[in-house]
Nanobody, 125 residues
């Protein structure tokens, strides 16, 4: 079992920045893929950014160029740097991880086995 604990959410104005962190309870290198998802009220959970064990990253089109995913292997911590935030980025953000290769898409929530409790991000206009 893997525990994931997110932090770093908050309220910012449009155009601002936040950095989310996710501490993983075991060696992050042993997880094939780790990433960030978000869910706004009334909407389905969607993939934001994922990084796989070789360091390659995949982003949702809506955040490309604004968000950057990274990990610190020594700290077993995953990050999401969010810049140029927009009101439509408002959501609960979740950290997720899986041991294996995705069957269909890295950004599909149902492809992940381990989840954190989430951290709220609110962007005001």
């Amino acid at each position: 079992q893997v525990q994931l604990v997110e932090s770093g959410g908050g309220s910012v104005q449009a155009g601002g920045s936040l950095r989310l962190s996710c501490v993983v309870s075991r060696n992050i290198n042993l997880l094939y893929r780790v990433g960030w998802f978000r869910q706004a009220p009334g909407k389905e959970r969607e993939g934001v950014a994922v990084i796989v064990s070789d360091g390659s990253a995949t982003y949702a089109g809506s955040v490309m160029g604004r968000f950057t995913i990274s990990k610190d292997n020594a700290k077993n911590t995953l990050y999401l740097q969010m810049n140029s935030l927009k009101p439509e980025d408002t959501a609960m953000y979740y950290c997720a991880a899986s041991d294996g290769v995705a069957r269909f898409s890295l950004l599909r929530a149902d492809e992940y086995d381990y989840w954190g409790q989430g951290t709220q991000v609110t962007v005001s206009s």
